[in-house]
């Protein structure tokens, strides 16, 4: 295992703001929600141990006897402890009133484990499973703090990028909303393979030995060599040439197999399996953002799926038929792959590349 991957960069804490109304609701309808979550979860089985509490014993978390009861730990990341908190405490209340437990949370912003006891095993394991229906509630909303990517910021792709953004710029700049701030930085050219919300140094870690596992595979799709791949050819994303919000450059395996699709879905298999990460599609959609219209009015935004602080509705397309007529078969260059990253949003390392949390080579 890399050092990147046994040390990696401390996440950065999410604003610990009460939780909102919506947040209010939505921990509602998640515990009102519980029977349908419950019949999801085949390791859960009914008991009777109390006439007042016979609910569900799951296999999930281990249920210790102690002199006053049972007890039970579990990890949580300390940015959602609000979200079990609740304003004033009342989402607590109701858990501890409902299951006849007591909950023990850190405080707000020190990582820890959240405890449950009661008098009763099932008791406890009751509200573990309402604790765990919340955390995956809220986990879903939380915006992502890592990719995994595969890094195109290879110094001839870098060098072929900026011909065309300077070729661009000469024979296409008087196309509507085409002009220099609304293209990728050269040191942050990429493909998102896929993205994810961990949320303490401990998720990191766990993210990173994840990807480690994946390195037998990529090594047998490879036979331990670096990929050769060619970036040739942009293409847009919407249905609209005319309205573009992003340009991409097009990326293949030089002998023509899919090797490369091959990785990046199984990548995201492992990582969906693991629960790390969310599908979204059926196959990976690997691309190379060369323009967005993200970055027209804020350079801090990012094409790995942030939008930042532009609202959606508030982007200004571009008229891009010019530039797929005169350079949609430009080549960016070629070059040989070897490494796939846990890439840090909001990142930069030396080379100006995002801050790297684990990595795993090809060869």
Request: hydrophobic share 35%.
């Amino acid at each position: 295992m890399s050092s990147e991957a046994l040390n990696p960069e401390p996440v950065t804490e999410l604003p610990l703001t009460p939780p909102a109304e919506d947040d209010e609701e939505d921990a509602a309808i998640a515990l009102g929600n519980f029977k349908t979550h419950r019949e999801k979860h085949n390791s859960c089985h009914y008991t009777s141990e109390s006439e007042d509490v016979a609910d569900e014993t799951c296999d999930t978390h281990f249920i210790e006897q102690t002199d006053k009861g049972y007890r039970c730990a579990i990890d949580v990341p300390s940015v959602l402890y609000k979200y079990i908190i609740g304003k004033k405490g009342e989402t607590r209340k109701r858990l501890e009133f409902d299951t006849k437990t007591s909950i023990s949370i850190p405080k707000q912003g020190v990582e820890g484990q959240i405890v449950i006891t009661g008098s009763y095993k099932s008791a406890v394991s009751s509200a573990v499973t309402r604790v765990e229906v919340l955390v995956e509630n809220f986990r879903k909303k939380q915006p992502f703090t890592h990719f995994l990517s595969f890094p195109l910021n290879d110094s001839k792709i870098q060098e072929g990028f900026l011909t065309f953004k300077d070729e661009v710029l000469q024979q296409c700049s008087q196309d509507h909303g085409v002009e220099g701030s609304i293209f990728q930085n050269p040191a942050k050219l990429h493909l998102t393979i896929g993205t994810l919300a961990l949320l303490n140094d401990m998720e990191v870690r766990k993210a990173c030995e994840h990807l480690q596992e994946c390195e037998k595979f990529i090594r047998d799709i490879t036979g331990g060599k670096p990929l050769p791949l060619e970036v040739t050819g942009v293409e847009y994303m919407n249905d609209d040439p005319a309205m573009v919000d992003v340009l991409y450059a097009k990326v293949n395996v030089k002998d023509g197999s899919d090797k490369l699709q091959v990785i990046a879905d199984r990548l995201v298999e492992h990582f969906v399996s693991a629960g790390l990460m969310i599908r979204e599609w059926d196959r990976v959609k690997l691309h190379g953002t060369v323009m967005n219209t993200l970055f027209r009015k804020d350079s801090t935004v990012e094409d790995t799926g942030g939008t930042g602080r532009q609202a959606t509705s508030e982007r200004e397309a571009f008229d891009a038929r010019n530039i797929l007529k005169k350079f949609g078969t430009y080549c960016f260059g070629g070059f040989e792959l070897n490494t796939v990253l846990l890439s840090q949003r909001y990142s930069t390392d030396c080379t100006g590349y995002y801050s790297s949390a684990g990595s795993i080579n090809f060869s």
